[in-house]
């Protein structure tokens, strides 16, 4: 029988939105602020992790059904293809292209290759994390 | 490619087509098959004889690896005919001799046994033909293999396994020291052709090399030949069959140290050296091997130490003729090279009379079912043909006129005593060492001749011994000693018949330039010498070793006779116990199993590889040179820093532990915001985190077998191995920022600063340098977590029950 854990449940749930907010942040102002893809990633990973530790395990399962094994998989694949995209252009493995573009509603925008590289990155460093500390949590031998 | 090539490939050809006519062709004897190809064989190299008594060589180029120097030629000349007759003549008989040997074709594995057999026979003509080093050793250490499978034939016998083992360590130890001569040869002469190196033997004999090579090329000649003390292989060899006793532990393999020999004696005939191993190591061998064969009381193991004995005579009388080179046949006439004249001649007549003797060994052991002569006696009446065959044989062996043994003795004695007239290598002091080793061996010889002959076929016939009804053998078994038997006749009544043909062209290849061109080698042997000192000491042989046969009964209680096994072979088989105990005792020594002993091992290394290079090359340098003001407050995170790092050993509670790494992690991530690095920084903070909670997780996890709380033990190995390490590092980095200021190196910092955001359009040089400078690292790096992440899982959700394996 669990304690109730009202006071906890309520903050989590309020924080988890901060902390997810500020890892997506990270991960976009990599380029030319502090952060990045692996920050990101280990920012966003530690907001699940509240999520999983104020809850349990099998609640969070049903409510956020990521395979982490498949996104690892996703996130290796969206870097090894920005390379591979760059050598279906002439160029080298992983050269990165970057572009103004302006964009209707958002205004200008600077778009780099680099970003979809980031994003291997961070969906990689995610499903790391959580892989393989639910792993060990889940293990009951 | 020649038909001299295919002489020495046939046999491995047909070697491949011998177990096809054993599974296909029951119904005929395989050696049938077999026995045309060597008796091919000597008809073709018959031929040959015209050409090569007239002085001439016959030479093959085959490429094989042109760009080591590595070709497969063919050289003939009167020594390798010589050995190709041997081979393949004796090779016929054995053949034939084998066939009635192994009569049951259903018991015995005859499709290994021709193969084994035709394997050795084109090994044995490659070496003997070869005129290329390496192509030569290839081939000699083939008939080292095939003597080995040879000799454990019958595999199921222990004593058979443990002489292939002996045989083969001893005769490859030699053959890979003879491939380090052969080297140094190459090195000294830039060429693996034999007759190149004959060609520059005169630079290659002031070279400071020339003693190492010859040292190894005879510890190569010295193994296979059975030479003292590396002898001790033959007699344990004597478990093969006999087919392939008298094969190659008389007539071809055991020979192929002497044709080693023979062969590089222009090369390194002219040192004293040579002169006084070979001949020395060859005195002794023969005067052991005759002592040690009396006391022997099986009939191969007589034989075994005969051979031995016999080839230590070839092997002095070899060493013995290279003094032919300081002499000027002009001047002095034959007396210098009669030794070499002996040799030749003696190695003809003991693969003749010894191939006899082994096949005669082989029918009384086929016919009473045992060797040993404490059992045998009275079969002269029993088996007339084989009693006449081992007769000649033995009187030959003995050196008994009329048969070739006594020539080529009578000559060995001539050598031995022309040794003391020599002037040159301290010959006047030591060379009567010579006479007297060959008088004293002769008797003992003749000892043992006597012992074999007078104990196997006269005395009383003991059937009650025997297991089986003695008959004489079958005519197939009886044809080859016969051919031989004759042939030591023959070449004892007309010596001659050879001495242009063969002996003469052979003496031209061992002893080169010796003679002017034009000039022949005068050979002349003949049966009476008048009354000359040689013939006095056969006297005394035949009446010393007579009486040594008679007195045999007495003395045969002695320890010396007692001990029939060589001493040597205690040296032998304790070196081999002590070699795998040793090394057992080495392993456990370092291999102990435990991780820190590995860890201290290498710890060790390092720190001593670092500190000898620093104190070799001087690179060891302090400079304060360029060195930044410290912040007062870095002193204070330096100081928690230092305090955590030293309390963390003495910390006794896990859980304690982890928490002060995890203090130290953030103490880290703070000095890269104080450095500057706030990606580092904030990577650091997050990396550390999750490292302590997985601790933390693996912890709850941990069994209860100890206590959580310990004391950590203190080594003090571990503290000096410690300090060590880390004064090590640190001198390394004081040296490496001293050094840097010294030899400036232009560092690549300011191309990413400058051309971040031109190129990469971004100002976070960091980031712009793991996702675009040097992006493959950090695609790398991701595949690196994925693989922990998923190696996490196999490992604790595919758990294996005991019973499974990978």
Redesign the interface.
Known sequence: MRKNLLMLHTVTRIVVFIILAFSVF?FFA??????????GG??T??AL?LLYVAFDVKTIKQVIPFN??TM??V??LI??GT?VASMLNGDP??T?Y?RYVTVPVLGEL?L?T?LP??L??YL??V???L???L???E?D? | MSLLHLVVLAPFILALLVPFLYKYIRQVHTGWFVMILPLTLFIYLIQFLPNISRGETIFYQQPWVPSLGINFDIYLDGLSLLFGLLITGIGTLVVLYSIYYLYNKQKEALNNFYVYLLMFMGAMLGVVLSDNLMTLYIFWELTSLASSLLIAYWFHKERSRYGAQKSMLITVAGGLTMLAGFSLLFVMTNTFSIREIIAQADVIITNPLFIPAMLCVLAGAFTKSAQFPFHIWLPDAMEAPTPVSAYLHSATMVKAGIYLVARLTPVFGAAPQWFWIVSGFGIFTLLWGSVSAIRQKDLKAILAFSTISQLGLIMALLGLGSAAFHYDVAVVGTLYYTATLAAVFHLINHATFKGSLFMIVGIVDHETGTRDIRKLGGLMTIMPITFTVALIGTLSMAGVPPFNGFLSKEMFFTAAVNATTLDIFNMQTFGLIFPIFAWIASIFTFGYCMLMFVRTFLGNFKPEKLEKEVHEAPIGLLIPPIVLASLVVIFGLFPNLLAYSIIEPTMASILPGVLAEGERFYVNIYHWHGFNIELFMTMGVVVFGALIFLNLKKWSETAFFLKERDPLNWVYDNSLVWLVSGSLKVTNMQMTGLLRDYFVFMSVFIVGLMGYTMVKYNTFAIDLINVADIPPYIFIIIFVLIATTVALPFISHRVTAIVATGILGFIVALLFVVFRAPDLALTQLLVETVMVVLFLLAFYHLPELRKEKFTPRFRFTNLVVSIGVGLVVTLTALSVHAMSYSHPIQSISDYYVQNAYELAAGKNIVNVILVDFRGVDTMLEIVVLGIAALAIVVLIRLRMTGSEDV
């Open positions: 990270l990599g380029h030319n602020n502090p952060g990045g893809g692996f920050i280990l920012m990973a530690a992790l982490y094994t690892i998989a996130g290796l870097a090894i390379g493995f992983l990165q970057d600077h780099t680099a590289f980031d291997g990155v990689v460093v499903g790391v994390a892989l393989s500390i792993s060990i949590a293990d031998a």
